[in-house]
């Protein structure tokens, strides 16, 4: 593919979407560098431009989070917050801050910064591969960076498709009562797609005797409705 994709890509602004997908290619084979290229490529040639206001704004969230995968966070941090204060509101701002936040919440920790980029890189692109990573949340005393590190373990488990490990997952938060709004949105989530088991309606059912909110709870029933019709 990524041969394939040197040898055809054109500066043809109708071809911004094969652009697009050539940089997150290369961001999940990790070769920023070469990503960083094109998108220069991208923005110095006018491929895309302000007056192409969706591809231009998702080139200009893909060079922030090239900025973060390249450790570089005062770059990232710098261009995402000109992207959500100018007067364009995109889909990608909540993203961004979502994204300025869980770095605030990491802070110094390397270990875990690294292992949250690996994750980062999947989401970017799913077919990227990730290596392994153990995420001892449990022993982590910060109620932020805990969550935190339940989503990233998550993410981890769906890019290799261990459902099992993702239920057994969810019901250790059930027991350490560490469930909140995004970890059931989370959750609800992963088990839309996938075969209903009564290991995963177990935590749907665990889900609906929590605190959560009551517009959470209604999706989650919405769900066992569907499943059980289906």
């Known amino acids: 593919a990524d041969k394939i994709y040197g040898k055809n890509l054109t500066k043809n602004k109708n071809h911004l979407q094969f652009w697009l997908d050539y940089i997150k290619l290369k961001i999940a084979l990790k070769d920023f560098n070469n990503a960083k290229e094109l998108l220069n490529t991208v923005f110095n040639d006018h491929i895309t431009d302000i007056f192409s206001a969706d591809s231009f704004y998702e080139f200009k969230f893909m060079d922030a989070v090239l900025s973060l995968l390249e450790r570089n966070v005062n770059s990232f941090n710098d261009k995402a917050n000109q992207i959500v204060r100018d007067d364009f509101i995109s889909d990608f701002d909540n993203d961004l801050l979502k994204l300025i936040k869980d770095i605030g919440i990491i802070g110094n920790d390397e270990v875990f ?3 949250y980029l690996e994750i980062l890189t999947y989401k970017m692109d799913p077919k990227a591969k990730t290596e392994k990573i153990v995420l001892d949340f449990e022993n982590e005393n910060d109620a932020g960076k805990k ?17 099992s490990q993702i239920v057994e997952l969810f019901n250790r938060i059930i027991t350490l009562n560490l ?3 995004n970890l059931s949105k989370i959750f609800i989530n992963f088990s839309k797609p996938v075969k209903m ?26 769900i066992i409705r569907e499943k059980q019709i289906s």
Do not use: F, H, Q, W
Request: no cysteine; net charge negative; proline share 0%.
């Open 197 to 222: 088991t009564e290991e995963i309606k177990s935590v749907l059912l665990l889900i609906l005797k929590s605190s959560i909110s009551e517009e959470i709870k209604a999706e989650v029933r919405e």
């Open 179 to 181: 469930l909140d709004n």
């Open 113 to 115: 910064l690294s292992e």
């Open 147 to 163: 969550i935190l590190m339940i989503e990233t373990k998550y993410y981890y488990l769906a890019s290799k498709n261990e459902n």
